[in-house]
Structures are given as structure tokens and as C-alpha cells.
């Protein structure tokens, strides 16, 4: 078995692009070797800024011999058939077929063998068609080239079994071809000289022999280590930012990681905005003191080493440093000679959507819901509208212009600065929460009211004008949006009404004019038509559902005792809606619930196949005096009591309790179906045992659908 080897080495990839070209070029050659009939014991991809490798060990030196067989029409059959059967083999004459008796006749049987090729052969063509083939998000010509690639490339080591491939790739115009070869070059200004290698393990040493780090894990790994082993010295500890050490992993091939000062002038500018623009301009790591307070130290990761052990890189980057934080400092005093108030009318020349009018509308919308909410869940109602009134006033700062990143948090300074309350102030910086799973959950009252009316106000408004998610574009983040509205509502138990909140919200948009709806706008603007309101209910209502089920699907609930609860209607309150479905699930899980849904399938099964039949329903009273058998008339008494213990178990919201007083009904039902013929000669005492089935199937609707549970 032996080993292939390539690389192609080119000017520096972008960061971002990096590993997912390293798979892609992974999954490319190795679907190319299977469609080839070539298997291997294992390939990795390995990517660094000047370039992408792969190495497969365990290719055979040939591809296998094939035999293929194909059958075509029986010995006698018309000309025309066996001509387009020679045509479809590739055949002359039938003299080069087999006639073989099939049991069912003799047919005519074309058989080919295909010798196995060098596997070198194969991989000559693979290689120059994965690389037409890679994805690059973007990409680029240069020179006289007419192929595009991400950044001009300058060679392409090819090695099966220590051996170059014959083969290169043709970049085009007068450049010609990028001859495969064995030879690289190592870091750009440690070791710029070429050198050539005999396979993966000679190519990975004399990488890092000149200064190449090839495992992007092992960069990332060096990184953090030595980061943290610097700020430790310090008596620091490295702030953790996985999205930036992954980038930064990407700009390097030999990281040297060093330390620098911010001048203490800058750190009365909020934290926030100090690591957005040391992290998203300059790629440098903030360091925390012991209190976990941004200390004015950065952690800087170089591409080379100097003989003054980095002294003039870390001084060339404090330097440009300083400028970035001016520009910070210069903005962050501007904007607090400004009051967040004061700045409100601005928000009107910014247009939230073009059929919802502008931010400054938005806001109004969500003062008046956020005091609502407030209401309804115990909190601050003035503390709420005055926050819903100032969070999005940070918008037209200078620092949020600058950094988009701190908005919200940028508000919670100013309202602090200015004098407002503690609560109104975090519920500013809190209403974009949560952005995601892994982000925080607002706990207060006052700042769930407004992340819960700015999420809603986005939802019901974009729903209203159709501009729902479709497949997987969802350009608004809606589903974002939603699943910050249940866990708002979940984490923090809270009994909101969903269909109530939706309809204030429509209320508080939509005007009825004629039949239609039109958007109520607070300008000049023409008036936009719209989906009639309880349309949009109902289609939030579905999509709330869909977003309710992934996030119990996380939980080990299963999707389809969501749509049973669902189905029945009317229900809005997720807190109860989740006990409800919980419930639910255990009690399918048992032995009973598991019988009684089988019960109630096998029921709804007689009746609908009946009713077809006869073109009538059975879903009037049952008529006890035409009870005749002891089983239906247990089985009645049974579904009564079972009925009148669940209502007032169910209005408690005791669905624990519920479950069980439906289980009772397994004995009853089993007994039922063992010894009773529904479909008796008798007319009247047929449908009065279908009118009992009946019962079966509403007795159990009552706690959820169950033709929606599968299984």
C-alpha cells in the first residue's frame, strides 16, 4: 500500500478560507479515488496561510480488474431490439455476446472486462479535476492566467510513493502549466529557500525544521499556551476568545506570541469597545486582571521572530494601537456630551424595513408592548417603556457607527453616565438577548419585558408583510428571533399568553380599511398592504411550533407529542404547553399509554372507515339503555369517570395527574376490544357502539391529539 502526497503552495489564503478549502480538498480527491474503485486506510488535510495538503496512505499501485455483465433481450428477439443492445455495449457483432438460459428463457448476456489501470495514471487526472472543482467563497486570476484560484499559486507537490506524478495543471494563457514536482519553500522570511521531500513524514519535518507549523491544531495549541503562560507571568489571565484564535491560527505559520501596553489614558473607554477594536482591527487578545477587569495589556501572536526578541514589534504595535484607541477615546467622549433621549428623533431617518416604517416607529411599538408585558409579568412597567424608549438610541452614536459589535452595551454606559436606573440601563444593553444558544438568558423583569417586545415586534411585523424564513434563506433572523422568545419565556417561567401578545402587537400596526389591512405609519409614506391578522396569528403560532420542537428536541422530546398538543388549539402559554407535553411523553412511554394510543388509532381507524361507509358521523351521545354487553357498559361508566376526573386535573394544569386517570382506561378499553363486536347485524346497536369508540377518541383528545403521536 502506499502513500500519496500533494500540496499546493501559493501566496497567502485568506483565514477565514483556510480550513474549509483543506476539506473540501479532502472530500473531493477521496469521492474522486472511491468513484475510481480506489480505497486508502486514511487522509487528513492540513492548511497554513501559503498552503493547502493532503496525504492518503494506503492506496493499491493498480486500480482492480472489472468484470461487468449486462443483460439484453432474449435470443430471437426483433433486430431492432438486439441492435440497440449491441449499440448500448459497445459491441459489433452478437458473436461477441454469451447466450445463456435464465430459467425463463435464453437471453442474450454482453461481458466486458476492464483491466485495472496504474494508479498513478488515475491520480494524475483526479488531482487537476479536484482542484477545478474546490469551492473558493472567492477567487482571482492574475497575470496572463485565464483559471482562477484564491491567490496566485506557485507549485504543486504531486508524490505516489516518493514518485512525482506525471501531470500538472494548466493555469492558462501564456503562463502555461504548474508542472506537478516535489519541492516547496518554507516560511517567507525564515526559511524562503526551496527544498524537496520523499513523502508526508519528510515534508511535515523539514517544514518545521524551516519554520512551518503545518498542523493548524498544533498552531492553535502554541497559541493559547504560550499566551497564557505570558499573561500568567504577569500575573494576568488570557481573556478566552475561540473565534479569534481560530482566525489568528490562519494568519500564521510560525506563531511567536508576544506582549504589549495600552496606555492607561484609554482605559476609562468602556472594555467592550477596547477589545472589539483591538480584536476586530489589529487580531490582538486581551488579557484580565484578577478581578476580571480588562487589564491595559494585549497579547499580539507575530509570523516571525526578531533578533531583539520582539521589542520593535511589539512597539510598531503599540503605535498603531494608540492611533485605533484615540479614534475610540476621541468617539466614547463625543458621545456622552449627548443624551440617549436627545438622540431618539434621529432614529426616524433610519429605516427599519421599508413596509414597517423606521427605527424610531419600531421603538414606539415596542415601548408601548414592553410596558404590556411588563404588566403581565409582574416588572416595572415604567421602568420597561422608558428602557424600550432608549435602546435603540445608541444606534447613531459615534462608537456604535464605529463598532457595530457594542450596541445595546454601548447604551447601558450612556443611561448609566446619565443618571438612569440600574434596570432600565441593563434592560438597553440586554434587549438583543439572547443572540444565540450559547448566549446569556436575561433574568431581570424589566429587561425580559423589552427583549421580549423586540423580538416580538420583529416577528409579527416581517410575518405581516410576508417576509417569512423559506428553506434555509431567513435573512431577517426570525428563527433566531423565536427561539429567543422561548427561551425568554421558558427559562424564566413565564405565563405569557403568545396569541394575546401577537394580537396587541397587530393592534398597535395594522388598521382595517375596507376589507383590507394596511400599516399604520407615523409618517407621510404610503400605506402598505398586508396579511389579514389572524392569518399571521396562525402562521406564528406554526412556526413557534417548529422552533418549539428544536428546542425540545435538544431535551429528548419527541417532535410529534409537540404537534399533538399543538393540534388542539388555542394553546399559547409554552410554560404550560412544555408541562403538557412532558407529561405526555411519560405517559407514552408507559406500558399504558403506549396500549391506550394503539386503542385510539385502532378506534379512529373503525370509525373513520365507517363513516365513510355509511356517509353519516357517530359523534352524538352514547345511549346507555342500548348498552348491551358488560364490556361496553364498563368500558362507558370508564370513559365518564375518567372524563369527569381529568376536566378539573386539566384546569389545575395537574397533567401528571391527568396521564394517570387516563391510564385507567387501559382495562376497560383491552376488555372492550377482546369481547365486543362493533360491527353487530343490529343497526341501532352497531352505531351506538361506533358513538362509544367515538367517546374513546374525545375522551383522549382532550389532553392531546392523538392521531398525531407516532408509533
Same mark, same amino acid.
Not at 501559503?50 to 486500480?63: H, I, K, N, W, Y
Given at each position: ?31 474522486k479515488l472511491a468513484a475510481n474503485g480506489l480505497t486508502f486506510a486514511k487522509a487528513?488535510?492540513?492548511? /497554513? ?5 493532503? =496525504? ?20 430471437? %428477439? ?40 496504474? $494508479?498513478?495514471?488515475v491520480l494524475a487526472e483526479i488531482i487537476p479535476a479536484a482542484m477545478a472543482e ?39 494563457? $501564456? ?16 526559511? !524562503? ?43 494576568? /489571565?488570557?481573556s478566552p476568545d475561540d473565534a479569534l484564535l481560530e482566525e489568528v491560527a490562519g494568519?500564521?505559520?510560525?506563531? =511567536? ?68 484607541? %484615540? ?50 409579568? #409582574? ?67 424589566? %429587561? ?9 415586534? /420583529? ?12 428553506? %434555509? ?29 401577537? #394580537? ?21 409614506? !404610503? ?47 409554552? =410554560? ?79 397533567? $401528571? ?41 374525545? $375522551?383522549?383528545?382532550? =389532553? ?8
Amino acid at each position: 500500500m502506499t502513500e500519496l502526497l500533494i500540496e499546493f503552495f501559493s501566496e497567502e489564503i485568506p483565514a477565514r478560507m483556510q480550513a474549509r478549502a483543506a476539506d473540501d480538498l479532502k472530500r473531493l480527491v477521496t469521492d474522486k479515488l472511491a468513484a475510481n474503485g480506489l480505497t486508502f486506510a486514511k487522509a487528513e488535510a492540513h492548511s /497554513t496561510p501559503r498552503r493547502l495538503a493532503l =496525504v492518503v496512505d494506503g492506496l493499491p499501485e493498480r486500480t482492480a480488474d472489472v468484470r461487468e455483465e449486462k443483460k439484453g433481450p432474449r435470443v430471437g %428477439s426483433p433486430e431492432q431490439a438486439v441492435a440497440g443492445f449491441l449499440k448500448s455495449a459497445g459491441l459489433d457483432s452478437l458473436d461477441q455476446c454469451e447466450q445463456r438460459d435464465t430459467g425463463k428463457g435464453v437471453f442474450y448476456f454482453a461481458v466486458t472486462e476492464k483491466k485495472g489501470r496504474e $494508479t498513478a495514471e488515475v491520480l494524475a487526472e483526479i488531482i487537476p479535476a479536484a482542484m477545478a472543482e474546490l469551492p473558493w467563497p472567492k477567487s482571482m486570476r492574475w497575470g496572463t492566467g485565464t483559471v482562477r484560484w484564491v491567490r496566485p499559486l506557485h507549485s504543486i507537490i504531486a508524490l505516489f510513493g516518493g514518485r512525482v506524478l506525471d501531470g500538472g495543471y494548466d493555469i492558462g494563457g $501564456t503562463q502555461g502549466r504548474i508542472a506537478f514536482g516535489n519541492g516547496t519553500r518554507g516560511h517567507r522570511f525564515l526559511a !524562503p529557500d526551496a527544498f524537496t521531500v520523499e513523502s508526508f513524514a519528510d515534508y511535515k519535518e523539514k517544514l518545521r525544521a524551516a519554520k512551518v507549523v503545518l498542523d493548524r491544531e498544533e498552531r492553535k495549541a502554541k497559541i493559547k499556551a504560550d499566551a497564557e503562560a505570558l499573561a500568567k507571568a504577569q500575573g494576568l /489571565t488570557l481573556s478566552p476568545d475561540d473565534a479569534l484564535l481560530e482566525e489568528v491560527a490562519g494568519l500564521v505559520e510560525w506563531p =511567536v506570541v508576544l506582549m504589549g501596553g495600552i496606555d492607561e489614558s484609554f482605559m476609562d473607554v468602556p472594555s467592550e469597545v477596547l477589545i472589539t477594536s483591538m480584536r476586530t482591527h489589529q487580531k490582538y487578545f486581551a488579557v484580565l486582571d484578577a478581578e476580571g477587569k480588562m487589564a491595559p495589556r494585549f497579547i499580539v501572536v507575530a509570523n516571525t521572530e526578531t533578533l531583539d526578541g520582539g521589542k520593535a514589534v511589539v512597539a510598531g504595535n503599540e503605535r498603531v494601537l494608540r492611533a485605533r484607541l %484615540s479614534d475610540a477615546k476621541f468617539f466614547w467622549d463625543q458621545d456622552r456630551k449627548t443624551k440617549l433621549e436627545a438622540r431618539v428623533p434621529a432614529l426616524e431617518k433610519i429605516t427599519f424595513h421599508a413596509k414597517l416604517g423606521t427605527v424610531a416607529e419600531k421603538v414606539t411599538r415596542v415601548q408601548l408592548l414592553a410596558a404590556e408585558i411588563a404588566r403581565a409579568i #409582574g416588572a416595572d412597567s415604567d421602568a420597561a417603556s422608558r428602557a424600550a424608549l432608549l435602546c435603540k438610541a445608541d444606534l447613531v452614536t459615534e462608537v456604535v457607527g464605529e463598532f457595530p459589535e457594542v450596541q445595546g452595551i454601548m447604551g447601558r454606559y450612556y443611561a448609566l453616565g446619565q443618571g438612569e436606573s440600574a434596570d432600565v440601563a441593563n434592560a438597553i444593553a440586554d434587549h438583543y438577548k439572547p443572540l444565540g444558544p450559547s448566549d446569556s438568558c436575561p433574568t431581570a423583569p424589566v %429587561s425580559v419585558s423589552v427583549a421580549l417586545a423586540d423580538k416580538i415586534d /420583529t416577528l409579527v411585523g416581517f410575518f405581516a408583510i410576508d417576509e417569512k424564513p423559506t428553506g %434555509s434563506k431567513d435573512p431577517y433572523a426570525l428563527r433566531r428571533a423565536a427561539l429567543g422568545v422561548i427561551r425568554l419565556v421558558l427559562e424564566n417561567g413565564l405565563r405569557v399568553k403568545l396569541g394575546e401578545v401577537f #394580537g396587541e402587537v397587530l393592534s398597535q400596526v395594522w388598521e382595517q380599511d375596507i376589507g383590507a389591512y394596511y400599516y399604520i405609519s407615523q409618517g407621510n409614506g !404610503p400605506k402598505t398592504g398586508a396579511i389579514h391578522p389572524q392569518d399571521v396569528k396562525r402562521d406564528l403560532m406554526s412556526f413557534f411550533a417548529d422552533r418549539l420542537k428544536v428546542v425540545l428536541r435538544e431535551q429528548g422530546v419527541r417532535h410529534d407529542l409537540v404537534d399533538a398538543v399543538f393540534a388542539l388549539g388555542g394553546e399559547d402559554d409554552l =410554560v404550560r404547553l412544555l408541562a403538557r407535553v412532558k407529561a405526555l411523553q411519560a405517559f407514552v412511554g408507559s406500558d399504558e399509554g403506549a396500549n391506550l394510543a394503539a386503542a385510539y388509532k385502532r378506534a379512529s381507524n373503525i370509525v373513520r372507515i365507517e363513516e365513510k361507509k355509511d356517509g353519516a358521523t357517530f359523534d352524538q351521545p352514547v345511549d346507555a339503555a342500548r348498552l348491551a354487553q358488560d364490556e361496553e357498559k364498563a368500558l362507558f361508566a370508564a370513559l365518564n369517570e375518567a372524563s369527569a376526573t381529568a376536566k378539573p386535573l386539566l384546569d389545575a394544569e395537574d397533567f $401528571t395527574g391527568t396521564m394517570a386517570a387516563l391510564a385507567k382506561l387501559r382495562g376497560p378499553v383491552d376488555a372492550f376490544f377482546d369481547k365486543v363486536t362493533v360491527n353487530a347485524e343490529d343497526k341501532d346497536l352497531r352505531a351506538n357502539r361506533l358513538r362509544l369508540l367515538t367517546q374513546i377518541r374525545t $375522551t383522549l383528545n382532550a =389532553v392531546a391529539d392523538f392521531s398525531k403521536i407516532e408509533g
